[in-house]
């Protein structure tokens, strides 16, 4: 007899520590869900806010080109707001190049990289444009500026696509 209850006491040793990995498993898998879409949120709020500032510096840079056309400034001033655009852009293109984005969101995340790059050679090409007047560096930069807007609506599109599968 004394050996059934052995058996009976290890059986139930078993089925707590079997019961206790199910539980271990099932919070660690949890802990990962919470931790993936802490890093989705994360990345999500850095992207926000580094878009928020891109949108905000091309609508000022483009009011500005807006203004020189207008012949409300000259040149000098044109190349100064210039300068600092490009600046701005450079900066906001490293930060966009620091996030490390969730793997759903890398192909959008190049896109948004490219088209932040496009965006920089466009001003670049604007700022030789003022400079010297040459026509071809104005095509160039508007050429450019396209290519940046359609990357940026293709980070958009792979970004809504990204969000839907989850």
């Not at 192909?107 to 030789?128: A, F, P």
């Amino acid at each position: 007899m004394p050996r059934r209850r052995d058996n009976t006491h290890s059986h139930q040793k078993l089925i707590i520590v079997i019961a206790t990995g199910i539980v271990v498993l099932i919070m660690g898998i949890n802990g990962i869900h919470l931790a993936q879409k802490s890093s989705n949120d994360t990345y999500i709020l850095e992207l926000n806010e580094i878009s928020n500032q891109s949108r905000l510096t091309t609508k000022n840079y483009e009011n500005s080109i807006g203004e020189w056309k207008s012949d409300v400034m000259d040149d000098i001033e044109m190349l100064r707001i210039t300068d600092n655009n490009i600046k701005q852009l450079q900066s906001l293109l490293s930060q966009l190049k620091s996030l490390e984005p969730p793997e759903k969101f890398k192909d959008g995340h190049e896109m948004n990289i490219l088209s932040l790059k496009y965006e920089l050679q466009s001003n670049k090409h604007m700022r030789v444009y003022v400079e010297t007047h040459d026509q071809a560096e104005y095509e160039k930069s508007s050429e450019l500026f396209q290519l940046a807007f359609d990357y940026e609506t293709k980070a958009f599109a792979l970004f809504i696509k990204a969000n839907e599968n989850t």
